[in-house]
């Protein structure tokens, strides 16, 4: 099954530096790569995903980059602010098509974002 | 919609006895999973349904623990018996697409095993 490592586990920033994260995996058949952010004592929730069909996407201070030819994809969070504070999960899903096995993600072991004032 | 919604928030129970954890899903989405989050093992899936079906169990830990889908808008994960180890929280969420679908968490359920 899918393998995916995570690095660091623990960044300490900061505020208005950039943060990168770090992710490698194993399955080359995975094209679904999104990225979690989780508040102490809260949810998970999605912040950003990239599909294998681009190798970058942005959206405002958060950027995705994909390089399926090493199998790595890394997070880039501008501009950090005290509220970007939080672990950061990223995943991969096992690409089995559309017989139901799709849909399963992997997930890291997560990198814990400190933004420092 | 309200969400996924976990019950209980927090269960603390005794070495050996059966533990419940309920899930609604939100309405519409045909996708839902159960995972389990530990600061050793971080989020691990355990089962996930689609249609009401299971899918892959694979991450099921032992015979200990079952899960159920009866109907669109409910699951349970049941452990019996349950083992100081189990302690973690479990989350519940649920996705309206198949491949590369956004996964929508519940709030989970804290539980801790004496």
């Known amino acids: 099954g899918e393998n995916v490592e995570q690095h660091p586990s623990t960044l300490s920033v900061q505020e208005g530096d950039s943060a990168v994260i770090k992710c490698t995996y194993s399955?080359?058949?995975?094209?679904?790569f999104p990225w979690y952010k989780q508040e102490l004592g809260k949810r998970p929730q999605l912040i950003i995903d990239i599909r294998s069909n681009v190798g970058e996407k942005k959206d405002q201070r958060i950027a995705v980059t994909l390089n399926k030819t090493a199998k790595h994809f890394s997070l880039h969070i501008t501009e950090t602010q005290p509220e970007d504070s939080a672990v950061y999960f990223c995943a991969a899903s096992e690409g089995r098509g559309l017989t139901g096995g799709g849909n399963k993600l992997t997930f890291g072991t997560g990198t814990q974002l400190k933004v420092e004032l | 919609d309200a969400g996924v919604i976990q019950s209980p928030r927090h269960e603390v129970t005794e070495m050996g006895q059966e533990v419940t954890l309920r899930c609604k899903p939100i309405?519409?989405?045909?996708?839902l999973f159960w995972y389990r989050q530990t600061m050793m093992r971080g989020l691990e899936l355990l089962i996930y349904?689609?249609?009401?079906?299971?899918?892959?169990d694979s991450g099921m830990p032992e015979d200990r623990f079952s899960a159920k889908m009866p109907n669109a808008s409910f699951s349970t994960l049941k452990i019996q018996p349950s083992e100081p180890r189990d302690s973690a929280v479990y989350f519940c969420?649920?996705?309206?697409?198949?491949?590369?679908?956004?996964?929508?968490f519940g709030e989970g359920s804290r539980l801790t095993v004496l």
């Open positions: 349904f689609n249609n009401n079906v299971p899918i892959d």
């Open positions: 969420a649920s996705s309206p697409a198949p491949l590369g679908g956004e996964l929508f």
């Open positions: 399955d080359s058949a995975s094209n679904y």
């Open positions: 309405s519409g989405h045909d996708y």
